[in-house]
């Protein structure tokens, strides 16, 4: 259940990302420059993983 919940949060994270980017793009077109947007996450295992500082092992996950 562990790694499930982990990809949870880290598909969490990616269509977050995704969907902030057409904010941005309508933001910078109508002349407001934006500083990177700030994506805060609660789940230290998935931060691992998206800064590369913990790698996923692929045995370790559960076989439907």
Same mark, same amino acid.
């Given at each position: 259940?562990?790694?499930?919940?982990? @990809?949870? @949060?880290?598909?969490?994270?990616?269509?977050?990302?995704?969907?902030?980017?057409?904010?941005?793009? *309508? =933001? *910078? @077109?109508?002349?407001?420059? $934006?500083?990177?947007? =700030? *994506?805060?996450?609660?789940n =230290?295992?998935?931060?691992?993983?998206?800064? $590369?500082? *913990? $790698?996923?092992?692929?045995?370790? =996950?559960? $076989?439907?």
């Open positions: 259940v562990i790694p499930s919940m982990v @990809e949870a @949060e880290y598909g969490a994270f990616f269509h977050n990302g995704q969907a902030a980017i057409p904010i941005q793009i *309508i =933001l *910078i @077109e109508k002349g407001h420059s $934006k500083s990177p947007t =700030l *994506i805060q996450v609660v =230290l295992t998935a931060v691992g993983i998206v800064n $590369k500082s *913990i $790698k996923q092992n692929p045995t370790n =996950l559960q $076989k439907p």
